[in-house]
Antibody
Framework: EVKLVESGGGLVQPGGSLRLSCAAS????????INWIRQAPGKGLEWVANINQDGNIQGYMDSVRGRFIISRDNAKNSLYLQMNSLRAEDSAVYYC????????WGRGTLVTVSS | QAVVTQEPSLTVSPGGTVTLTCGSS?????????PYWFQQKPGQVPTTLIYNTNNKHSWTPARFSGSLLGGKAALTLSGAQPEDEADYYCLLHYGSPWVFGGGTKLTVL
C-alpha cells in the first residue's frame, strides 16, 4: 500500500521558516517525480514545487521561487520543503503528491503564517 | 505564468452526462500539457482521476473519461451518480511550473 505522510507544519510568524517532510512507503520512491501541492482554507489547489527522481531538477511556482527549496533523500524515502521568508498567503494545507503518475496523496500538514 | 480556466460550476442530473473543460491562456491544450484531473469531495483529500489526458488509475470509475476537445482538455462523466458531487481540478504541465485550474464545482441534482 502506498503511503505518504507529511509532517512539520505549524504556526509561524511572517518572515519565519519551516521545514516540511514527507515520508513515503509502498512504492519505489526513487523512480518518480514528487510534488508539493497546497490548498488554502476554502480555496483551490495550488501546485508549489516538484523534484525529479535524482533530485537534480526542481521546479517552483513563481511566488515561492527563491524562498522555498525542495529536496529529497532517496535513501530515506523522504521529501522535504524548506520554506523561508514565509508570508500570510503561504498559509495552507501542504500535500505531498507522488507515486506512479502522481496518483498518491498524503493527508497534508497545515501551515499557518500569522503574528 | 499561464492561467488555466475551468467552468466555476456545473449541474448534472443523476444518470446524465456532463463535460468539464480545461483551457489554457497560452493557446490550445495539447497532449504535451499532460492534462491531469483531480476530484475532491467535501472535507476529503483530493484523488487523482486522470493522467496524461486520458489514462485512468485503477480506482477511477469507468464512467469518467478524459480527452482533448476543441482546444481544451475535457473530463466527461457519463451516468452521473450522487457520489460524484465534488470539486474537480485540472492541472496542466508547462515544463515547469505546473498550473492548476480554479476548479469546477459539480452538483448532481
Amino acid at each position: 500500500e502506498v503511503k505518504l505522510v507529511e509532517s512539520g507544519g505549524g504556526l509561524v510568524q511572517p518572515g519565519g521558516s519551516l521545514r516540511l517532510s514527507c515520508a513515503a512507503s509502498g512504492f519505489i520512491f526513487s523512480d518518480w517525480w514528487i510534488n508539493w501541492i497546497r490548498q488554502a482554507p476554502g480555496k483551490g489547489l495550488e501546485w508549489v514545487a516538484n523534484i525529479n527522481q535524482d533530485g537534480n531538477i526542481q521546479g517552483y511556482m513563481d511566488s515561492v521561487r527563491g524562498r522555498f527549496i525542495i529536496s529529497r533523500d532517496n535513501a530515506k524515502n523522504s521529501l522535504y520543503l524548506q520554506m523561508n521568508s514565509l508570508r500570510a498567503e503561504d498559509s495552507a494545507v501542504y500535500y505531498c503528491v507522488g507515486g506512479p503518475h502522481a496518483g498518491d496523496w498524503g493527508r497534508g500538514t497545515l501551515v499557518t503564517v500569522s503574528s | 505564468q499561464a492561467v488555466v480556466t475551468q467552468e466555476p460550476s456545473l449541474t448534472v442530473s443523476p444518470g446524465g452526462t456532463v463535460t468539464l473543460t480545461c483551457g489554457s491562456s497560452t493557446g490550445p491544450v495539447i497532449s504535451g500539457h499532460y492534462p491531469y484531473w483531480f476530484q475532491q469531495k467535501p472535507g476529503q483529500v483530493p484523488t487523482t482521476l486522470i493522467y496524461n489526458t486520458n489514462n485512468k488509475h485503477s480506482w477511477t470509475p469507468a464512467r469518467f473519461s478524459g480527452s482533448l476537445l476543441g482546444g481544451k482538455a475535457a473530463l466527461t462523466l457519463s451516468g452521473a451518480q450522487p457520489e460524484d458531487e465534488a470539486d474537480y481540478y485540472c492541472l496542466l504541465h508547462y515544463g515547469s511550473p505546473w498550473v492548476f485550474g480554479g476548479g469546477t464545482k459539480l452538483t448532481v441534482l
